[in-house]
């Protein structure tokens, strides 16, 4: 008896959740204009001897490195944290890598 009063007052809640009027709802402006820079990292590629160097950055912070000797698997070069501690990764066999988000800077 229960389950059948609570199945109905969880079919009206979302009835009346729904049942708002949606033409009252105004589109996004249209002049918005969406800048990727913003999002996407700052690729800097260059040659040494041998090998290829990537270098990755976000908002001029170098967080990652990718090192591609000529005919060896790539390695790469994560910053571990900010006081410039580095994590070599290799593609094969990489342990999980955890997230290390800066939430705030003072």
Do not use: C
Not at 26 to 40: G, I, N, R, T
Not at 57 to 76: A, D, F, W
């Amino acid at each position: 008896m229960y389950k059948y009063i609570f199945t109905l007052s969880l079919l009206f809640f979302f009835h009346l959740g729904f049942s708002e009027n949606t033409e009252d709802i105004s589109p996004p402006p249209a002049d918005y204009e969406y800048d990727a820079s913003l999002d996407q990292p700052e690729i800097t590629i260059r040659e040494e001897k041998d090998e290829f160097i990537e270098e990755y950055r976000l908002n001029g912070n170098l967080y990652m490195i990718k090192v591609t000797p000529k005919n060896m698997p790539s390695y790469y070069l994560i910053k571990y944290d900010q006081n410039g501690d580095w994590v070599r990764k290799d593609m094969e066999g990489s342990a999980v890598s955890i997230p290390m988000w800066v939430i705030g800077e003072f």
